[in-house]
Nanobody, 112 residues
Framework: QVQLVESGGGLVQAGGSLRLSCVAS????????MAWYRQAPGKQREFVAT???????NYADSVKGRFTISRENAKNTVYLQMNSLKPEDTAVYYC??????WGQGTQVTVSS
């Protein structure tokens, strides 16, 4: 059974930084594309960033230059380093593995 557990969310002031982590179990992590999505109150879930098994990355325009996705296959972990945070980054952040598997989410709140 695949399990994804996110951590690292919290409350931070605008301009600050957070690093999210997502630990995967129950799958062959190293072969899977991993991604981060987010959902703000009253809005649809949206794509943030993705990283392939080979390390290729892609980002939403809204986070380019501020967020960095990375992975550590030895630890079955994907990270999202978030710098220069803005109030509009406030959302629940979800980890996604492959096509179907989602984590439970971690709350990120950025105060102005």
């Amino acid at each position: 059974q695949v399990q994804l557990v996110e951590s690292g969310g919290g409350l931070v002031q605008a301009g600050g930084s957070l690093r999210l982590s997502c630990v995967a179990s129950g799958s062959i992590f190293r072969i899977n594309t991993m991604a981060w999505y987010r959902q703000a109150p009253g809005k649809q879930r949206e794509f943030v960033a993705t990283i392939t098994s080979g390390g290729s990355t892609n980002y939403a325009d809204s986070v380019k230059g501020r967020f960095t996705i990375s992975r550590e296959n030895a630890k079955n972990t994907v990270y999202l380093q978030m710098n220069s945070l803005k109030p509009e980054d406030t959302a629940v952040y979800y980890c996604k593995q492959g096509i179907f598997d989602w984590g439970q989410g971690t709350q990120v709140t950025v105060s102005s």
